[in-house]
Each structure stands twice: as structure tokens, then as C-alpha cells.
């Protein structure tokens, strides 16, 4: 709880610096001529250029005013000259447009297409956030033509281009409006990407860390039942041999020879189970026990003292690995239970049962108890033992119940229910 902070501090920290950047890139895509993917400013000089020139000579017939000479074709190229530095000096630009344009006009040239540098002079200055400085220039460009052509223009005619000069600065306003709009959609998105890429991570942690945590809790589960019935058959066979080693050592010898064999299967099965925890330890050579194991299960048991029938209800059938490891597991734990607390003289009886939509797995013994000097423990609710059966069980949606039997002993009944994939 306590780095909580931190971490929010830190997450903070790397979305103001994606932020940053985002803008960087921005800028220097407006400086680079490069934003909204507009065209060279080379390219688009050239253009307006042949436009002015052919457009103003194609009007040019049958006009008024004075012919195209020499001076005329400069001033319309010079105009689009200006535009060269359109990115890079937009109010240059503008200035150098506007002023060919006004001495074009002013010296009574043949009207045409000649005012196209000016207009994308403006657009431009507009949309590079030189607002007020754009509209100064218009006003300045718009009176020194009316001063210059006053004495030779009607009074209709200045009205009529002032409106159409305020027409394309309010064009050219509204370009720059839109952008700055797109611009902080843009910087919204990337704020929102932002913001799921940080909370996709932090998901993807969370889940990483929960999956740690329950393989952590199944390899706890699985060292406790691996560990549990092998002590508790060492357990038993060592007070055999203790109580046999003067009057029948040869029996002593049995009892640790199945010492030395439970003591290694637990090794093997602790390995086994350990070897997921380091990725360079080789995998496990033999498989996880299953169902299909009991027999070797209950083999252990009667070598330890505790007779075990195994019976078996429906067609057996294949079951995936995960059911079929719990299962074994439970079966495993119940006998476990059974050699500690049922007492010497106690028979245990498995049974399972292939149902059309559930393994059933029953474990009873006709156990009166521990000798007298060794008092009963409380078998339903004490310990591991019956929590790990649940809990395996649980996993697949299963239950178990444990309790005495009418008549003495005890009795364990595990129901798992099986996904329609696993029915036969």
C-alpha cells in the first residue's frame, strides 16, 4: 500500500512526458511544412505561378487596362516566389505576397487569377497562430490600394474587393480554427491511448501477479499433500521397525525398506513439483499422478499397515490433467487422514464413480479412533488436510463433505462436475 503513491506519481510522470513529445512531433511537423500532409513549398510556388501567369493571359482578351509587359509577368511570379518560405517565415510570406499583388493590380494590369499568392500567403500566416498581425496586414494592403486607385476605380469596385478580401480572411479564420481543433483532438486521442496503455499495463501486472500467487498456492497445496502422506507412511513404518528390530528384525528390514521407498517417491514427487519454479531445471521425467495411480496409492497404504479396497463405479474414462491430479490428490489426502487419526485396525474403502456429469470420490474408513495415549485430533475442521480438498474441489466448481459416519468411522465425498467436453 504504501508505494501506491509512487507508483501513481510515476505513471503521471511517463504520461507528461509522452505528452511532450507528442507536441514536439507537432511542432516540428508545422515547421518542416510537413503537418496535415501539405504540399512542398517549392511545388506549390510553381503552381500558383503558371496559374497567375496563363490565367491572367487567358483573361487578358478583350479587357480593359493596360497589356502584360514585362513588369506585369514579374509581379505575378513574384507573388508565388514569396511563398517559397511559406513554413519557414509565414508573415515574410505574407508580406512579400501581398505587396506584388497590390502593385499588380494597382498599376490597372488585366484582371485574372492574379490575387491566388495572397490568399495562400493568408491562409497560411492564419493557420501558424499569426491571428492579428494577419488581419493588420490585409487592412494595410486593402487601404494602400484604395489610396493607389482611387482616382481610377469606381467606387463599387473598391466595395466589392473589400468584401471578397473579408470574405478570404474569414476563410482563411476558419482554417485556423479547424486545425487548432484538430490539433487538440489529436492531443485528446493521444491522451486517451495513453491513458489505456497505461491501464492495459497495469491490468496485464495485476493478472501477472495473481497467476504467482495461485501457482504459488498450488505448489503449497501439492508440497503439503506430497509431504504429508509420505511423513505420515514413514512415520508409521519407522514405529514398526522400532517395535520389531529385537524380536523380528526381519520385519524391521521390510518396514525400512518401505521407508527407503516412500522416502524417495516424496523426493521425486517434491521435485517434480519444484521444477516449475526454475525454468533451466529439467522437466519431470514421469508424469503427474491421476486416477489411473490409485492402485499404487493404495499398495503404499497396505504396506503401512492401513488395508484399502478400491472400487470403482461407471466406465472409467479419460479426464483432463487437472481434474485427474486433484482427484488423485484428494484420494491421497483422505488416506492420509485416515492412517493418522482412525486408529490401528482400520480398513479404508475408495470408491470412484464415473458419472454421466460428475466424478464422485468417496473415502470411508471403519476406524474407531487413536490408542488412549495418543488423543483423537478433530478431523473436519483442524489442519490443511480438509481446506486442500475443498479447495482442489472448489477449483472445478466441485464440493466436499467430510464428517463421522452413523455407526462409527469416517467418510469423505468429493463431487466434481465435469464440462461437457470431458462427457464421454
Not at 506519481?9 to 509522452?18: G, P, V, W
Not at 486607385?149 to 480554427?177: D, K, N, T
Request: hydrophobic share 45%; net charge positive.
Amino acid at each position: 500500500m504504501g508505494r501506491a503513491p509512487w507508483a501513481s506519481q510515476q505513471r503521471a510522470a511517463r504520461l507528461e512526458r509522452k505528452f511532450q513529445r507528442f507536441e514536439q512531433r507537432i511542432e516540428r511537423r508545422r515547421g518542416s511544412g510537413r503537418w496535415h500532409g501539405g504540399p512542398h513549398p517549392m511545388g506549390l510556388a510553381i503552381f500558383i505561378a503558371l496559374l497567375q501567369v496563363f490565367g491572367t493571359r487567358a483573361a487578358a482578351y478583350g479587357s480593359t487596362g493596360h497589356e502584360l509587359d514585362q513588369t506585369g509577368y514579374l509581379l505575378l511570379v513574384a507573388g508565388p516566389a514569396a511563398l517559397i518560405l511559406r513554413t519557414r517565415a509565414p508573415l515574410l510570406t505574407l508580406a512579400g505576397a501581398l505587396a506584388a499583388t497590390v502593385a499588380y493590380f494597382a498599376q490597372l494590369y488585366p484582371n485574372g487569377p492574379g490575387f491566388l499568392a495572397a490568399i495562400v500567403a493568408v491562409y497560411g500566416a492564419l493557420s501558424a497562430g499569426y491571428r492579428w498581425l494577419t488581419w493588420i496586414a490585409v487592412v494595410a494592403a486593402y487601404t494602400t490600394f484604395v489610396v493607389l486607385v482611387l482616382p481610377h476605380a469606381s467606387v463599387a469596385r473598391l466595395v466589392v474587393i473589400g468584401v471578397w478580401c473579408i470574405i478570404i480572411a474569414f476563410f482563411g479564420e476558419a482554417a485556423r480554427v479547424r486545425g487548432a481543433r484538430y490539433s487538440q483532438m489529436a492531443r485528446d486521442r493521444a491522451h486517451q491511448e495513453a491513458l489505456a496503455r497505461a491501464e492495459e499495463e497495469k491490468a496485464r501486472k495485476e493478472q501477472q501477479r495473481r497467476q504467482a500467487s495461485d501457482e504459488r498456492l498450488l505448489i503449497a497445496r501439492e508440497l503439503h499433500d506430497v509431504i504429508g502422506h509420505h511423513l505420515s507412511l514413514i512415520n508409521v513404518q519407522a514405529g514398526v521397525g522400532l517395535h520389531l528390530m529385537d524380536e523380528q528384525p526381519e520385519q524391521a528390514r521390510v518396514a525400512l525398506s518401505a521407508i527407503k521407498h516412500a522416502s524417495a517417491e516424496a523426493l521425486r514427487e517434491t521435485r517434480a513439483v519444484l521444477a516449475g519454479l526454475n525454468p533451466g531445471e529439467a522437466a519431470p521425467r514421469t508424469p503427474a499422478p491421476g486416477l489411473a495411480d490409485l492402485e499404487r496409492l493404495a499398495g503404499e497404504a497396505r504396506g503401512a499397515g492401513l488395508p484399502v479396497t478400491l472400487d470403482t463405479v461407471g466406465a472409467p474414462r479419460a479426464l483432463p490433467p487437472q481434474v485427474d491430479r486433484a482427484a488423485y490428490r484428494i484420494v491421497q489426502e483422505a488416506l492420509t487422514n485416515v492412517r493418522r487419526h482412525a486408529g490401528p485396525g482400520a480398513t479404508a474403502t475408495v470408491v470412484v464413480g464415473y458419472g454421466p456429469a460428475e466424478l464422485t470420490l468417496v473415502v470411508t474408513d471403519d476406524g474407531k479412533g487413536p490408542p488412549a495415549d495418543r488423543p483423537e485430533e478433530p478431523r473436519a475442521e483442524s489442519g490443511n488436510g480438509i481446506a486442500g480438498m475443498r479447495h482442489r474441489a472448489a477449483t472445478f466448481g466441485g464440493t466436499v463433505e467430510a464428517g463421522p459416519r452413523e455407526g462409527g468411522g469416517f467418510e469423505v465425498r468429493a463431487i466434481i462436475p465435469l464440462r461437457e467436453e470431458d462427457k464421454p
